[in-house]
Each structure stands twice: as C-alpha cells, then as structure tokens.
C-alpha cells in the first residue's frame, strides 16, 4: 500500500481539476475522494501506459507519465484516504 | 440529464461489482455512488467504443456494448444521485 502522507505531498496538482478534498468542481471530471486505492492504482497504470483513451484521457495520459509506480501507489493511498464527497 | 428512475431499473446487473448501493465491494472496482453524471457518461462511452483499455476495461466494455446512449444517460444519473460513500 502506498503512502498517503507522500501522496499528499505529490497531489498539489491534482487538485486544479479533481478539487482540493478529491471532489472535483468541473462535472466532467470523476471525484477520487474515497475512491478505493486499488482501482485509483489500476486507472492511474492505464493512463499511464495509454491504455485508458477516451473522454478527456489524454489529459491524464499527460500527468502519469511523469508518474514512478512509487508515486501512482502514493497518490491512490492519498485520495482513497479522503472522505467520499468531501465531508 | 437521464432518468434516474429508468437508470436505476437498468442497473441490477451493475451491483454484482459496483455494489448495490454504487460502493463496490471489491477493491479492484470504483466506487459510483455520488460520481459527476457527466464523467459516468463520458466512461461509459469510452467503454463502448473500447477506447477505454487497461486494467479490467473488457469486463465494462462487454458491459457496455448492449447500452444505448439513453441507457447511459440513465445510469449515470441514477449513480450520481447515490450519497457518496454510500451512506
């Protein structure tokens, strides 16, 4: 399991569009708080190896690229930590 | 918008993973209750077009492919209006 402290750590720029508590303010964009770890861990490999097209998926195939297996680990430890819908 | 009614009625099958109240059981499988409607949409649709690869996407791409758009839109409406977290 990562570490959700470095996670914390790494996530500053997630929160442009998936919100500061993990809610996302743009409706088009999925809200990670409470998401569980593992599929958070699965999402993010598959942008990263842009297996995940679609959507707006090339915006995330962008971000994990620069991504370690360390950090994916640590930023799904991050946002699954998070109260679902921010509370 | 969908029909959360009509959503709800397609999305028996959908709780096998996704649990019964959009909070999966399973760890490998995201959460849905309280998901932004219009991310629903737009992964159900990169599901059914297949774009959507990676991880387990060919379980949600069969999944898909017998949905039409009106069906999508229902089901994303019916997981959105679930309370986060499932409480």
């Not at 500061?20 to 990263?48: C, F």
């Amino acid at each position: 399991a990562g570490d959700a402290a470095a996670g914390k750590a790494k996530a500053a720029v997630c929160a442009a569009c998936h919100g500061q508590n993990g809610v996302a303010m743009i409706p088009t964009y999925p809200n990670l708080a409470g998401q569980h770890e593992l599929y958070l861990v699965s999402a993010l490999k598959a942008y990263k190896s842009k297996q995940r097209n679609g959507g707006q998926a090339v915006i995330m195939q962008g971000q994990a690229a620069a991504l370690s297996d360390a950090d994916i680990a640590n930023l799904a430890a991050y946002f699954s930590s998070l109260p679902a819908g921010g509370k």
